[in-house]
Structures are given as C-alpha cells and as structure tokens.
C-alpha cells in the first residue's frame, strides 16, 4: 500500500497570498496518477487536479499540480477567500487507492 | 452531465449490517469506474471497494473481510455492503463516479451519515 504523506498539516496565510501544498509518497506513483481533492466542512470532496497536473473541469487556473515519481506538489497562485478549506492528494495507480491526511489552508 | 445519488439506512447497531446504493443519471452506467469511500468524523478520506467496467471489484484489504460492492446495470446502480459494524465503521459514506475508465474521483455523492451505535 502506498502511504501518501502531506505538509504541513495547517498552512495559515491571507487571501492574495501563495500557497504551496506538499504530498509525498512512499514509493513511486504509478505513472503520475495523483490527484488533489478540495474539501470544505459539510461537502463531499471537489475533485481539482488528476495526472499530477491537470485541471479537472471548471477549476480556475490558480490551482496548479507539479511532480512526479514520490514528490507532489498543489499550488494556489493566489489564495481567494473561497479556496479557504482541506486539500488531499490520492494516487489512484495501484490498489487500495490512498489518500494523504489533508493539508488545512486556513485565513490568517 | 453524470450524477449520482445515494440512499441507506444511517443509524445501525453494533454487528448490523450496512446497506447503501447509488443511482447514477444522465450517462451512461457502464463508460465509468464507481467507488464507495468513508470519512471518520473529524478524519481524512478511506477507500472502501471499487468496481471497474469489466466487473473486477477492488477491496481496502483492512475491509475485505467484511466488505461488498456490487452493480445492477439495467438499474444504473451499484450497492455497498459492509457487515458486522462496529464504532469505528461511524463516518460519512460517499459514492462516487471515477472520471472515465480511472480510479479518480469526479463525481461524489452527497454522502450518508453512518452511525453505529446500542
């Protein structure tokens, strides 16, 4: 089973402001298939990115996807007061599917 | 546009078994992958069975003893079963469609309450 581990649990920033999430996993993701998922209180998940890098539909281009191998990354190029919420990585490449703990962006 | 709805029982006793089903509407059933996947309150996101468009099912081994998932296609639904429950199974329970033939996830259910409890 691969183990999907995310940093920092809790990032506190200020809307406008950059955020950079981390996923790294405990052996290789089978050919990038990572994903990032939005979740706010109340809500089943929003699927963002899939393919370590693309946008899901509808997903506004501040939310970009990078990595490959163990090491992802989530960035919100600047952060709208929507955005405010829990984000997990998966890998959907090899069963069980797994996901991170989340990561929380909450306002500063 | 694909959606799914799901309904089940919620509130159940310790050794019950869980019973939940999700239809799926305006698609087609048999062009997707479909997953069950639960949140413990507080905690993160737990796949629980999944089935591809072949048919071959897919079990979280921690489960797998207790766990089935199942497909009715001349309904456009499929079904999870999860047998002698205990307070660890309480969580939301989310159906969900995997965006084509892949195991991620584009489109969830509203998610069932599960509680168990005497």
């Known amino acids: 089973e691969i183990v999907l581990t995310q940093s920092p649990g809790t990032l506190s920033l200020s809307p406008g402001e950059r955020a950079t999430l981390s996923c790294r996993a405990s052996?290789?993701?089978?050919?990038?298939?990572l994903a990032w998922y939005q979740q706010k209180p109340g809500q089943a998940p929003r699927l963002l990115i899939y393919?370590?890098?693309s946008r899901a539909t509808g997903i506004p281009d501040r939310f970009s996807g990078s990595g490959s191998g163990t090491d992802f990354t989530l960035t919100i190029s600047r952060l709208e007061p929507d955005d405010f919420a829990v984000y997990y990585c998966?890998?959907?490449?090899?069963?069980?599917?797994?996901f991170g703990q989340g990561t929380k962006v909450e306002i500063k | 546009q694909v959606q799914v709805q799901q309904w089940g029982a919620g509130l159940l006793k310790p050794l019950e078994t869980l019973s939940l089903t999700c239809g799926v509407y305006g698609g087609s059933f048999s062009a997707y992958y479909w997953s069950w996947i639960r949140q413990a309150p507080g905690k993160g996101l737990e796949s629980i069975a999944e089935?591809?468009?072949?048919?071959?099912?897919y079990y979280n081994p921690s489960l797998k003893s207790r766990v089935m998932i199942s497909v009715d296609t001349s309904r456009s639904q499929f079904s999870l079963k999860l047998t002698s429950l205990t307070a660890a199974d309480t969580g939301v329970y989310y159906c969900?469609?995997?965006?084509?033939?892949?195991?991620?996830?584009?489109?969830w259910g509203q998610g069932t309450l599960v509680t168990v409890s005497s």
């Open positions: 393919g370590a890098s």
């Open positions: 998966q890998q959907y490449g090899s069963s069980p599917r797994t």
């Open positions: 052996q290789t993701v089978y050919t990038s298939y």
């Open positions: 089935i591809d468009q072949s048919g071959t099912t």
């Open positions: 969900a469609r995997g965006r084509g033939f892949s195991f991620v996830y584009s489109g």
